[in-house]
């Protein structure tokens, strides 16, 4: 069964840095995109990075220059580097594995969520 594991939350002062990871289980990790997701209260979830299976990254405006999103196939895990947070960073972090199949079968497995926080 799949599953995904974030920890490294927590709370920081702006400015400051922290670390997330996910920890995929039951899946053939190295063929899925991952993804970093985050919710802040009364929000919709947003994007905030992915890193495909073959490495290309992308990042949301907000994040940019900030974060880093990385991977190690080796280990199933999946990172997302934050530097210089801000208080706007307040959210629910979540992790995603996604994968569609050459018969265009998706595969999607979320997290369980893990909390940062940044007081202002």
């Known amino acids: 069964q799949a599953q995904l594991v974030e920890s490294g939350g927590g709370a920081a002062q702006p400015g400051e840095s922290l670390g997330l990871s996910c920890v995929a289980s039951?899946?053939?990790?190295?063929?899925?995109?991952m993804f970093w997701y985050r919710q802040a209260p009364g929000e919709q979830r947003e994007l905030v990075a992915q890193i495909r299976s073959s490495d290309r990254t992308t990042y949301a405006d907000s994040v940019k220059d900030r974060f880093t999103i990385s991977r190690d196939n080796a280990k199933n895990t999946v990172w997302l580097q934050m530097n210089n947070l801000r208080p706007e960073d307040t959210a629910v972090y979540y992790c995603?594995?996604?994968?569609?199949?050459?018969?265009?079968?998706?595969?999607?497995?979320w997290g369980q969520g893990t909390q940062v926080t940044v007081f202002s």
């Open positions: 995603k594995a996604a994968y569609a199949s050459p018969a265009s079968k998706e595969y999607v497995y």
């Open positions: 039951g899946i053939v990790f190295h063929i899925y995109d």
